[in-house]
Every structure is written in structure tokens, then in C-alpha cells.
């Protein structure tokens, strides 16, 4: 089969959710999900003091550095390299390598953590923490790195619906079973078994959505289309590389913040765990504006990638340009 003919051959089998579509629905499904996220973190700052507040949002600063760096950053190139492989009968082998070496990265990562409990504690607590609150981290990691993986092979396959209500039912399930958890424990540690189980909910509409539009292209491809190891790291390394890079540079300016209070800041970890609970309760709104922008940027780039790969480049720029003007237009309003 020629390169030409192979590349023409998604068009007819592409059965993503369209562009317009797309946009429409994650920018509806990101404002109900922002106006829970608001309730949610709202509801934190009433049930918990300025301490276990501080206490929760140096463990959520944790799993935003520690997931893309357990899994190498390798499922950021699905939204790239989704419609290129699927579209020459190796989408299978692609998810299957990438998903084997994220796994064999995330264990890693949880070996570590055991194997130095009073480091990771005191990094990123800044004081010793019990061996229970250092598993149930370990677990929430594992659950939300799993969520993450699907949720980017979803949007990759240009299921926004799919992504959207997944990660609509993570934020309603974290939100219900957080608030609840909290009235009755009244302890910041009840937010991560509650945060896990949220992730492991949110996985129902990707995996159905992949298991209903695209199960037979993870089937077994034939002898004419199996894909060299080489051939498969020499393509997606650079631009993973890259991803990784930029994304590792983002989340520590991110987070960096909190731990310079934490551990820079006189008078103890407690006084600094407080001023990271009263920093966290000042970012909930704009926060707000900035994931509904990263949002739109992940739901982007497999449209574009599509576009590419079918050669109609034409396409990617007036989608470039149309987003870019809409984006302006409703952020200066």
C-alpha cells in the first residue's frame, strides 16, 4: 500500500466528533464543570482550616508534578500521533507500547516514594507524615495517572463528548463525594480516597466511548502493518520529549509557589502550611479562566492533527485563526 493511499484512508473512517461540535460542548460542559469546581473549593475552605486546607493543596501540587513525569510525558503525544497510527492499522500497537512504558514509569515513581517515605513527607508536607498517608498518596496517584492516560487517548481520538463527560463526572463525583466525606470526618485526609474513586468513576464514558467507536482498530493488525519498535520511539520521542519538557517547566512554576511559602516561610510548617491554605482559597477564581484555556488548547490539537495527516493544511490555519479571534474576543470580554 503506498504512503498516498494510506493517507487518504482516514477521512472515510474517522468517526470523531467535529470540530464545531467539539468546541460547543467543552466550552458548555467547562462552564458546568468550573461552577462545581467553584462550589467544590468553596465548600474546602469551609469545612477545612487554613492548615488542612494548606495540607490538600500541597498533595494536589504533588499529583500535578507526579503524573506526567511517572508516565514520561508519553501520553501527551496521543493528541498528535492518535490519527497517524489509527489511520495505518497501528493504533493498537501505539497505545499498547505507550500504556506498557507509562506503567513500568508510574511504578517506578510509587517504588520510590515507599522506599523514602520521610523524604517524600518532608518535601512535599514539610513534615513527617504517617506511612497510611503516604499509601493513600501513592494510590490517588495511581488512580489519577490512570484517568489522565485515558482522558488523553480520548481526546486524542477526537471524542470530546467522551472527554468532557469524563471529566465532568470526575469534577461532580469529587465535588459530591468530597463535600459529603468532609461533614463527616472533618479531616483533609478523607479528600484522597475521595479524589480516587472520583478518577475511577470519571474512566466509565472514555472506556465506553473507546470500546463502542474504535474497539476493533485496537484488534491485531495484520503482518503488512506491524510497526518496529525504532520506528515508533524514533517518531513520537522528540515531540514527547518536548512535552515533557515544557509541561515539567509549567507545573513547577505552578506549584512552586506553595512549597516556597512552605518551607521558606519562619515559624514552622504549620504557619507555612496555613499561608499555602489562604494562597489556595485567593487562586480559586482565577483558576478558573486559565484550565478553561487549557482546555480548549488539549481539544484543539487532535482536529489539527487530523487536518494535517488529510492534507488539507488550509483547514488548520482558518481553525487556528477562528479560535484564536473567538479566545481574545471572549477573554477581553
Not at 503524573?67 to 493498537?92: D, H, M, N, T, W
Not at 472527554?163 to 465535588?175: D, E, I, P
Request: glycine share 10%; net charge positive.
Amino acid at each position: 500500500m503506498s504512503s498516498a493511499s494510506v493517507a487518504t484512508e482516514p477521512a472515510s473512517r474517522s468517526v470523531g466528533d467535529s470540530f464545531a461540535i467539539g468546541v460547543l460542548v467543552m466550552l458548555v460542559v467547562s462552564v458546568l464543570q468550573r461552577c462545581v469546581g467553584l462550589i467544590r473549593g468553596l465548600g474546602f475552605c469551609h469545612f477545612l482550616s487554613d492548615v488542612e486546607l494548606g495540607q490538600w493543596a500541597l498533595a494536589n501540587s504533588f499529583f500535578t508534578i507526579a503524573v506526567p513525569i511517572a508516565v514520561l510525558g508519553l501520553p501527551g503525544s496521543f493528541g498528535k500521533f492518535v490519527e497517524y497510527f489509527r489511520c495505518r492499522g497501528q493504533l493498537g500497537i501505539y497505545v499498547g507500547r505507550v500504556g506498557a512504558v507509562s506503567a513500568v514509569g508510574l511504578c517506578a515513581v510509587c517504588l520510590a516514594i515507599f522506599m523514602y517515605p520521610g523524604s517524600f513527607s518532608w518535601f512535599i508536607f514539610g513534615e513527617e507524615k504517617t506511612l497510611s498517608l503516604v499509601a493513600a498518596c501513592v494510590l490517588t496517584l495511581a488512580c489519577v495517572t490512570l484517568f489522565s492516560f485515558v482522558s488523553e487517548l480520548v481526546t486524542g481520538l477526537r471524542q470530546v463528548r467522551a472527554v468532557s463527560a469524563m471529566q465532568f463526572t470526575q469534577s461532580l463525583g469529587f465535588a459530591v463525594l468530597g463535600l459529603v466525606g468532609l461533614a463527616l470526618y472533618r479531616s483533609w485526609f478523607i479528600l484522597l480516597p475521595c479524589f480516587a474513586i472520583a478518577s475511577l468513576i470519571g474512566l466509565v464514558p472514555g472506556l465506553l466511548a473507546i470500546s463502542q467507536h474504535h474497539g476493533a482498530e485496537f484488534s491485531r493488525p495484520k503482518a503488512s502493518r506491524l510497526l518496529a519498535a525504532s520506528e515508533l520511539w524514533q517518531r513520537i520521542l522528540p515531540f514527547a520529549a518536548m512535552l515533557w519538557g515544557i509541561n515539567l517547566l509549567s507545573n513547577l512554576f505552578e506549584v512552586s509557589d506553595r512549597y516556597m511559602l512552605l518551607h521558606l516561610i519562619s515559624g514552622g510548617e504549620t504557619v507555612g502550611q496555613a499561608a499555602v491554605g489562604q494562597y489556595h482559597c485567593g487562586r480559586i477564581l482565577p483558576n478558573l479562566l486559565t484550565s478553561v484555556a487549557m482546555t480548549l488548547g488539549s481539544i484543539m490539537l487532535p482536529y489539527l492533527s487530523a487536518d494535517w495527516e488529510a492534507q488539507q493544511h488550509h483547514k488548520v490555519t482558518a481553525r487556528l485563526r477562528q479560535v484564536l479571534q473567538s479566545a481574545s474576543i471572549a477573554f477581553l470580554g
